[in-house]
């Protein structure tokens, strides 16, 4: 079955410097790729999405990048602030529509 | 425009009590999901519904059941709660494509002693 790996140990970056997520994938290959960010006590919310044929994908301060012959996508927030500190989540759409999500990476960016 | 709305917040259940949790959307979202959150473990998808009148599996749906008799409702029922399913519980909708964006709830937090 499809498969979503995320680095499930936090991320701990210093504020200004450029936190940089990884996602990877298994065993299918999503026509689109999407990010979401996660608050304590809160669902998740969307960020961005970027399609197979998009190398990558700009909004603000978030960069993603869809390798597809890797299998990987980059999550990157540049000149980090200690809002940002989140839980980010990847997730597609797998072969049967359903959405799947990875188990998330929590970022800490400390002042 | 209230989005995806879940009710309740925060539910403490007693092993074999049955309970249902509500999710309603007013986005005319065909598409709804409900999704269970444990540390570690990610978003875990229990049941989903493609429109009213129809639902299907998702990775982890022992335990619960779900019904869709409209497009604004998609209820989660436990029948006989354990602590196993002590979780937070998320529902979602969204509208038709591969390239749509979740839209999710507050969540529920249930505990099952």
Not at chain 1, 87 to 108: D, M, P, R, V, W
Not at chain 2, 25 to 42: A, F, I, L, T, V
Request: charged share 20%; hydrophobic share 30%.
């Amino acid at each position: 079955s499809q498969k979503i790996e995320q680095n499930s140990e936090a991320l701990n970056i210093q504020e200004g410097k450029t936190a940089t997520l990884t996602c990877n994938y298994t065993n299918y290959s999503p026509a689109y790729l999407q990010w979401y960010r996660q608050d304590p006590g809160r669902g998740p919310v969307f960020l961005l999405l970027i399609r197979e044929n998009e190398k990558e994908k700009r909004k603000e301060r978030l960069k993603v990048t869809f390798d597809t012959t890797l299998k990987q996508s980059l999550f990157h927030i540049t000149a980090s602030q200690p809002a940002d500190s989140a839980t980010y989540l990847c997730a597609f759409y797998n072969q049967g529509g359903k959405l799947i999500f990875g188990q998330g990476t929590e970022l800490s960016v400390k002042p | 425009n209230a989005g995806v709305t879940q009710t309740p917040k925060f539910q403490v259940l007693k092993t074999g009590q049955s309970m249902t949790l509500q999710c309603a959307q007013d986005m005319n979202h065909e598409y709804m999901s409900w999704y269970r959150q444990d540390p570690g473990m990610g978003l875990r998808l229990i049941h989903y519904s493609v429109g009213a009148g129809i639902t299907d599996q998702g990775e982890v749906p022992n335990g619960y059941n779900v019904s869709r008799s409209t497009t604004e409702d998609f209820p989660l029922r436990l029948l006989s709660a354990a602590p196993s399913q002590t979780s937070v519980y998320f529902c979602a909708s969204r509208g038709q494509g591969r390239n749509t964006e979740a839209f999710f709830g507050q969540g529920t937090r249930l505990t099952v002693v």
